[in-house]
């Protein structure tokens, strides 16, 4: 239940980045305890910075907390399939498990484009969970970029 | 003679950074009229924090710097061939070109590994110059990795 309503809360708080002109998408960092250390939605436009991803914002949130360099151990939890950057920075970050929910046959880089998990250079390896709570985090994609046409 | 000597710079900051217990890297963001207005070393040691690369850490000091949330038209020069966060968030940045001096055959994805700006799912390439003054980075990082064993 605490995974389910977890999800829940990262796409309720990618809906309030969306009514802020953000891509709705956040991530979230969770302790091998089962806390909840950051929590970090998309603010690309919010900061005007382009690699302000949720997921960035989250390790970077949870690097601070823990004091620690690294997140052994650590899971994170995303509403939309990581991309390059986010991937490598999961792997630089040794987080333990990676749970997303919609997929991204465009920009997606875990089970679509170079997948880089599986990629013999990606020095680490998180286990994956992808689909979770698709649809809910799809539509609400679909909907951020159709009012935006 | 400008592009010789902003290596230069970089090879004489990413040996400041050895001497500080940080892997050998510095990066440096040129603007379109020549202006270097980023040099940062690689500080995931200094820091504690595994997503310091010198490449993440320029992006941001040009962003905050220019006031933009991307830097295009704007070039990065680095000491090492990008990892796959580096190159997302190269690619993100939409800068224009990527000059870089040791391949790292290993962990780079540029011309190694993933080869990120050939992957149709990459949405933007940066032209890329390789191998610029690669011995002299490429011993300073061997003798940083051999001095740790």
Same mark, same amino acid.
């Given at each position: 239940?605490?995974?389910?309503? /977890?999800?829940?809360?990262?796409?309720?708080?990618?809906?309030?980045?969306?009514?802020?002109?953000?891509?709705?998408?956040?991530?979230?960092?969770?302790?091998?305890?089962?806390?909840?250390?950051?929590?970090?939605?998309? +603010?690309?436009?919010?900061?005007?910075?382009? @690699? #302000?991803?949720?997921?960035? @914002?989250?390790?970077?949130?949870?690097?601070?907390?823990?004091?620690? !360099? +690294? @997140?052994?151990?650590?899971? /994170?939890?995303?509403? /939309?399939?990581?991309?390059?950057?986010?991937?490598?920075?999961?792997?630089?970050?040794?987080? +333990?498990?990676?749970?997303?929910?919609?997929?991204?046959?465009?920009?997606?880089?875990?089970? !679509?484009?170079?997948?880089?998990?599986? #990629?013999?250079?990606?020095?680490? +390896?998180?286990?994956?969970?992808?689909?979770?709570?698709?649809?809910?985090?799809?539509?609400?994609?679909?909907?951020?970029?159709?009012?935006?046409?």
């Amino acid at each position: 239940m605490m995974k389910k309503s /977890l999800m829940d809360d990262l796409l309720a708080a990618a809906h309030d980045a969306a009514k802020a002109g953000d891509v709705p998408v956040a991530a979230a960092i969770v302790a091998p305890d089962g806390t909840v250390v950051a929590l970090e939605s998309n +603010r690309m436009v919010r900061d005007g910075n382009a @690699l #302000h991803h949720a997921e960035i @914002l989250a390790i970077n949130a949870a690097l601070a907390k823990t004091g620690g !360099s +690294r @997140l052994d151990g650590y899971d /994170l939890w995303v509403t /939309l399939e990581p991309c390059a950057m986010c991937a490598g920075a999961i792997a630089h970050a040794r987080l +333990r498990r990676v749970y997303f929910a919609a997929y991204d046959a465009k920009a997606g880089a875990v089970e !679509s484009g170079i997948r880089y998990f599986d #990629h013999p250079s990606c020095n680490h +390896r998180p286990e994956v969970y992808g689909g979770l709570s698709e649809q809910a985090a799809s539509i609400m994609l679909s909907d951020f970029f159709a009012a935006k046409r």
